[in-house]
Nanobody
């Protein structure tokens, strides 16, 4: 089992940037495919980005393509989400998720595919 803890959220003006981190503990981090999701008040949790266990494959929601970058450092047991050109529509609680052990080089883009979740970090983008 893996435990996840997000950090890096906060308040930022539109057009600004933030970098979220997801620190993992427990079993071997490099065995887990990872993802970022977000949930705004009154809305369902939605996919943001995903990365394979070795970092070789990534996937993004259309709404964040070209603005957000997912990455991971398996030596540090940490995943990142670099968010640029933020807009108020990006305001949400952001969650990291893990699936594994995974023995493929796949990415997973739905909530139901991830059994492990962090507690979330709030991102608020002001106008």
């Amino acid at each position: 089992q893996v435990q996840l803890a997000e950090s890096g959220g906060g308040l930022v003006q539109a057009g600004g940037s933030l970098r979220l981190s997801c620190a993992a503990s427990g079993r071997t981090f490099s065995s887990y495919a990872m993802g970022w999701f977000r949930q705004a008040p009154g809305k369902e949790r939605q996919f943001v980005a995903a990365i394979s266990r070795n970092g070789g494959r990534t996937a993004y929601a259309d709404s964040v393509k070209g603005r957000f970058t997912i990455s991971r450092d398996n030596a540090k047991n940490t995943m990142y989400l670099q968010m640029n050109s933020l807009s108020p529509e990006d305001t949400a609680a952001y969650y990291c998720a893990a699936r594994g052990p995974d023995y493929t080089i796949s990415v997973f883009t739905t909530v139901g595919e991830y059994p492990y979740w962090g507690q979330g970090t709030q991102v608020t983008v002001s106008t």
